[in-house]
């Protein structure tokens, strides 16, 4: 089955930007989303389809996808934006929607 | 705006049965695939299954085949998941959440706030 693979944690200063990666088999292949989830609240989908916004979400949020990694970067880092991110694909060979384990982002 | 409401959970001992239902509204249902994915306390985000926007095409994650069975009312428009042979495992918050499109494979766009299940005797 495919894998993603997110680091546990990451931290950054205000201001500061933060990436956050996403590691799968030639995962250029994909189009990948990313989520974030505030603690006790429901996931929020912050970038769709590599790189695209939905309506709502600040441009200090981005996202790009090459080779074996996919990256969402977070500009100019505030103290809303610590939460958890997940990265996500769907598996066509497999037909299943793929999570990766989540990023603690920390804004020190 | 989209409003999803989760409903269902509660406690379960091993081995028995629940049914989840998300009530759907301000948007067109059937247009819609649609999601249940889960998350134990804790834990990260877990896809339990998807059903197309006609119902026709639905996958579930390979811990719940088998166990789990997604479906949809669009005449109520609402989606359900019977879980059945209930396991310790399977405790956590559910979620469902409208895919952006039609295609399974869209993410999710608008999720609901979670109903929680605890299998435990």
């Known amino acids: 089955s495919y894998v993603l693979t997110q680091p546990p944690s990451v931290s950054v200063a205000p201001g500061q930007t933060a990436r956050i990666t996403c590691g799968g088999d030639?995962?250029?292949?994909?189009?990948v989303h990313w989520y974030r989830q505030r603690p006790g609240q429901a996931p929020v989908l912050v970038v769709y389809?590599?790189?695209d916004r939905p309506s709502g979400i600040p441009e200090r949020f981005s996202g790009s996808n090459s080779g074996n990694t996919a990256t969402l970067t977070i500009s100019r880092v505030e103290a809303g934006d610590e939460a958890d991110y997940y990265c996500?694909?769907?598996?066509?060979?497999?037909?299943?929607?793929?999570f990766g384990g989540g990023t603690k982002v920390t804004v020190l | 705006q989209v409003h999803l409401v989760e409903s269902g959970g509660g406690v379960v001992q091993p081995g028995g049965s629940l049914r989840l239902s998300c009530a759907a509204s301000?948007?067109?249902?059937?247009?819609?695939?649609l999601h249940w994915v889960r998350q134990a306390p804790g834990k990260g985000l877990e896809w339990v299954a998807v059903?197309?926007?006609?119902?026709?095409?639905?996958y579930h994650a390979d811990s719940v085949k088998g166990r789990f069975t997604i479906s949809r009312d669009s005449s109520k428009n609402t989606l359900y998941v019977q879980m059945n042979s209930l396991k310790p495992e399977d405790s956590a918050v559910y979620y469902c959440?409208?895919?952006?499109?039609?295609?399974?494979?869209?993410?999710?766009?608008?999720w609901g706030q979670g109903t929680l299940v605890t299998v435990s005797s």
């Open positions: 959440a409208k895919a952006q499109g039609d295609y399974v494979g869209s993410p999710g766009d608008y």
């Open positions: 301000e948007f067109t249902f059937s247009n819609y695939a």
């Open positions: 059903i197309s926007y006609d119902g026709t095409k639905k």
């Open positions: 030639d995962i250029r292949t994909k189009g």
């Open positions: 389809d590599d790189t």
């Open positions: 996500q694909v769907w598996d066509s060979r497999s037909d299943h929607v793929v």
